[in-house]
Nanobody, 114 residues
Framework: QVQLVESGGGLVQAGGSLRLSCVAS????????MGWFRQAPGKEREFVAS???????YYADSVKGRFTISRDNAKNTVYLQMNSLKPEDTAVYYC????????WGKGTLVTVST
């Protein structure tokens, strides 16, 4: 089993940047796909970005060119660098580890003001 703890959320003005972190404990994440999802108020949870064991990355069209996912295996941590933030990026951001099942963190709130 693995535990995931997200941090780095907060309030930022449109055009600003934030970096989210997801620290894993209980198991090493080196060999597994890691990802970020988000859920805005009144909406379903949606895919944001993912990174697989080879460091190949995937992004939702809505964040491509603005967000960057990365991993530091030595720290058992995954990051999401978010630049040029927009009000529509406001959501709770969740980290997920895809292993024999999906493990989810509890999320961190990102609020982007106009």
């Amino acid at each position: 089993q693995v535990q995931l703890v997200e941090s780095g959320g907060g309030l930022v003005q449109a055009g600003g940047s934030l970096r989210l972190s997801c620290v894993a404990s209980g198991r090493t994440i080196t060999s597994y796909a890691m990802g970020w999802f988000r859920q805005a108020p009144g909406k379903e949870r949606e895919f944001v970005a993912s990174i697989i064991w080879s460091n190949r990355t995937y992004y939702a069209d809505s964040v491509k060119g603005r967000f960057t996912i990365s991993r530091d295996n030595a720290k058992n941590t995954v990051y999401l660098q978010m630049n040029s933030l927009k009000p529509e990026d406001t959501a709770v951001y969740y980290c997920v580890a895809t292993m024999e099942m999906d493990y989810w963190g509890k999320g961190t709130l990102v609020t982007v003001s106009t």
